[in-house]
């Protein structure tokens, strides 16, 4: 029996956070003959306060299409915020028996989304300690200190670097745009991927989120790295690892309910 194509890992970034913190990752996976597609997303990426959530769905959704089109099945790896376009891209999604199609997603540190809730919404409308929405500029202000937030795991100059290269994240792609959003992740099996020493959404949180999936139906497996929000920067081989764990449980599935 022939084996089945490996399937193609679209990266989607966090809030902030600039697509090339995924590069050790996808050198992992690449090393291993997956190919691997990185997405910039407009919100964090552009400098534009006008980016809004459906310019970050499209951004996905692009990204997605251009590989399913051609007849290859995707694995969608979203980290943080992240998970809300990308689960979001599955409602009214091609599903053309030629095309190929969304198998599955691994999240990293991530929330699941609610149909019809924004970002905000599902936070209780409420920002968290850590950040605060500036009208007038129409970012995001991070109110903690950055590298201890996101990085304090990685080595001094490390986490300054990753520091200056966060992006200016719009107000409008947290707060706005409910509408647009889709829970994508009831339609597919999902890996998820804790972080135990997360600063900025502590494992506590990210375990009841997937309990409260499980509890709503969704088919997801959980597992868990000792790393700081960002375990693709400080834990590269643990992440690429449990990435290609999950693509291989999805292919299985798939091939099993074929």
Known sequence: MSQSPRPTIVLVPGAWYPVATYDKVAALLQAQDYKTVQVSLPSSASGDRNASFPDD???????????????????????????????????GFPTAEKDGHVIGYAMLASGFT??????????GGTPPPTWRVDEETGFVV???????????DLPEEEGKYWVSQLGKQS????????DHA??????VPVWYLASTEDKALPVQAQ?????????????VTLREVESSHSMMLSKP???????MEAAAAFVAYKAGSA
């Open 182 to 187: 889709y829970a994508g992740w009831k339609d």
């Open 171 to 178: 107000v409008k792609s947290l707060v706005e745009g409910g």
């Open 114 to 123: 609610q149909t019809g809730m924004s970002f905000l919404d599902g936070l």
């Open 57 to 91: 769905i499209h951004a996905v959704r692009s990204a997605i299409f251009d590989e399913t089109s051609q007849g290859h099945d995707v694995v969608v790896v979203a980290h943080s915020y992240g998970g809300l376009p990308a689960h979001s891209v599955l409602d």
């Open 142 to 152: 991070i109110l903690a200190e950055p590298r201890e937030l996101f990085f304090h």
């Open 237 to 243: 081989k643990e992440t690429a690892d449990f990435i």
């Open 207 to 219: 375990r009841m989120f997937v309990q409260m999936a499980k509890d709503a139906g969704g088919d």
